[in-house]
């Protein structure tokens, strides 16, 4: 149980362009998703969090109009990078959290590799 | 203060080797600390967590232990594989009945294990 898939895995676009990448929890319902983008050799930097249904809450120096998220539904949440260039190259991880338990876990997506040319 | 401080930075053992990973916060509201394993082009996987309740948590070959008065704590991987090699990340929470607290990442070890 506690599944969380990324789609695309992987994807290559054109500065300027919109990217939208997907997590979804597969077996359960994610009142909490957050978002990561990981630099080669780096840490995890949390860019924001949202709630199904509410704005997400960004990070200081993430800008909120490029990296747009979506939380609509309680399995669903998206990222899209708006006019992505090639500074945005990155590998973007979300995890899904649910309420209910007694210590806050989150559940990890594979990732989604975004190269900008 | 929101800071997680990681060393070493990356470690190498032999097969069968005891490698130790250490981790140090400052914030007295973390009580929830996870370990999680990375391998390249993958998500983190949670490998081992411990609530600051007890000193020592053992799950296979993986053991946490923790040490609340100095704020540290550490994962020791027993009898290491090759397989083992990858990056971990320790991590911090403030435990919640809610899902939205978010973790505070270590900087990250990585670590290879040689036949």
């Known amino acids: 149980g506690a599944v969380v898939s990324q789609h695309p895995s992987w994807v290559i676009c054109k500065s300027g362009t919109s990217v939208k990448i997907e997590c979804r929890s597969l077996d359960f319902q994610a009142t909490t998703m957050f978002w990561y983008r990981q630099f080669p050799k780096q840490s995890l930097m949390l860019m924001a969090t949202s709630n199904e249904g509410s704005k997400a809450t960004y990070e200081q120096g993430v800008e909120k109009d490029k990296f747009l998220i979506n939380h609509a539904s309680l399995t669903l949440s998206t990222l899209t990078v708006t006019s992505a260039h090639p500074e945005d190259s990155s590998f973007y991880i979300c995890s899904a959290g649910t309420s209910g338990r007694i210590y806050n876990e989150q559940f990890f997506g594979p990732g989604t590799r975004l190269t900008v040319l | 203060q929101q800071q997680v401080k990681q060393s070493p930075q990356s470690l190498i053992v032999q097969k069968g080797g005891i490698p130790i990973i250490n981790c140090a916060y400052e914030n007295t509201a973390f009580d929830y600390f996870p370990w999680y394993q990375q391998f390249p082009g993958k998500g983190p996987a949670l490998l081992i967590a411990?609530?600051?309740?007890?000193s020592e948590k053992k799950e296979g070959r993986f053991t946490i232990s923790f040490n609340k008065s100095a704020k540290q704590f550490s994962l020791h991987i027993m009898d290491s594989q090759p397989g083992d090699s990858a990056t971990y990340f320790c991590?911090?929470?403030?435990?919640?009945?809610?899902?939205?607290?978010?973790?505070?990442f270590g900087e990250g070890t990585q670590l290879t294990v040689n036949p």
């Open positions: 411990i609530r600051p309740d007890v």
């Open positions: 991590a911090a929470t403030p435990s919640k009945e809610t899902s939205g607290s978010r973790l505070t």
